[in-house]
């Protein structure tokens, strides 16, 4: 099974539903024992199929992809809830329910998708809300958009399967490359490694890899699609995943860390997307998890400023208390983001592919 009839990815919207949920539990006071990155870059690699994907079938469809009107795509994608986020966050800080602070050069970095590099290289200690840290990783899928179109339109230009392929795994090798010569020639530490673009845009290269592989057909040669071969490819990703979570080697963990990931999530991604029928993938398909899916771009932005607000208003320290209280008011307020923010400018990027005057 692949995508349905009317373009819908199956269990795509569970898995954005699993990745909030691991970084909501992470910043409930719980980063020493559940891995909150681990969420994160299930969040990259989906971005990365999930863009690919929807950039092959606009190729295939008009045998060109318009640039001008995917940019214009992902700003209506990104931006509204962003400011709205913001602007609740600031609005509490403002109201003395969570602690933080005001700089318009930190705003601006989250407004313009390099609060990643200003949280990196900025003066200390930066002026924000508290939670609002989580934003690093918007910035670096924003950097991300902006290059990646080009690339895919060279790729398309490419004569073979082959080439093409080489060229995808030719740029996640440099990157791991650069990862290594960055830390071990220029002495970059482990934070600059885990939040610059540089050091993190092959995270969502993977999953553009999986979206070239199954565009290609290799992917289906490679992962049959039974049973028993979901099982076993499944299963060593699994095993190679939770290697990468307990191997605590320091030069691993910033550098090869970050590939393994990559390859370990191809199977599992592939086969959730592609048999989600198969009894572990069912849950990606209940309606709550769609649900919690739909929701979980709003839910990442609001949830650790929800939580730090409940700690210090509330003075809540207690684990499972800031993970049901912070959670249910991520909830709730993404809820109403999607309804009177998200749809409305999804529908216009719905108007964008149907009209191509407006791109």
Request: proline share 5%; with cysteine; hydrophobic share 50%.
């Amino acid at each position: 099974m692949g995508t349905s009839g009317t373009g819908y990815i199956p269990s795509l919207d569970g898995l954005r539903a699993l990745a909030v949920g691991i970084v909501v539990l992470a910043h409930s006071n719980l980063e020493h024992v559940v891995p909150g990155g681990l969420g994160v870059t299930v969040f990259f690699f989906l971005s990365g199929y999930l863009i690919s994907t929807l950039l092959y079938r606009e190729q295939r469809r008009h045998d060109r992809v318009d640039i001008k009107a995917f940019y214009l795509r992902r700003i209506l994608r990104l931006s509204p809830p962003l400011w709205l986020a913001l602007i609740a966050g600031y609005g509490l800080y403002a109201a003395g329910l969570v602690e933080g602070g005001f700089d318009p050069a930190n705003l601006a970095s989250q407004l313009m998708y390099f609060s990643n590099y200003y949280n990196l290289y900025g003066p200390q200690p930066q002026w924000m809300v508290d939670g609002q840290f989580v934003l690093w990783s918007l910035a670096v899928e924003e950097h991300f958009y902006l290059l990646y179109p080009l690339f895919f339109i060279f790729l398309c230009r490419r004569p073979s399967t082959a080439t093409r392929l080489a060229w995808m795994v030719g740029f996640l090798a440099a990157s791991l490359a650069w990862r290594v010569f960055a830390r071990q020639a220029l002495g970059f530490d482990s934070r600059t490694l885990t939040f610059a673009t540089d050091a993190r845009l092959d995270g969502i290269l993977f999953g553009c890899l999986l979206a070239l592989m199954v565009e290609e057909g290799l992917a289906q040669r490679l992962l049959p699609a039974t049973r028993r071969a979901a099982v076993v490819a499944q299963g060593l990703g699994l095993v190679l995943l939770l290697f990468t979570l307990v191997y605590r080697d320091p030069l691993f963990r910033d550098t090869l860390r970050f590939t393994l990931q990559g390859l370990a999530m191809i199977p599992l991604f592939y086969y959730a997307v592609h048999m989600p029928e198969l009894p572990w993938h069912r849950p990606l398909n209940w309606t709550s998890a769609r649900v919690l899916g739909l929701y979980s771009y709003s839910i990442y932005l609001i949830h650790h400023v929800a939580i730090s607000a409940l700690e210090t208003s509330l003075g809540i320290t207690d684990p499972p208390l800031l993970w049901a209280g912070g959670g249910a008011l991520a909830v709730g307020y993404a809820a109403l983001a999607y309804r009177w923010v998200e749809q409305p400018m999804a529908e216009l990027r719905r108007r964008l592919h149907r009209n191509p005057a407006l791109a």
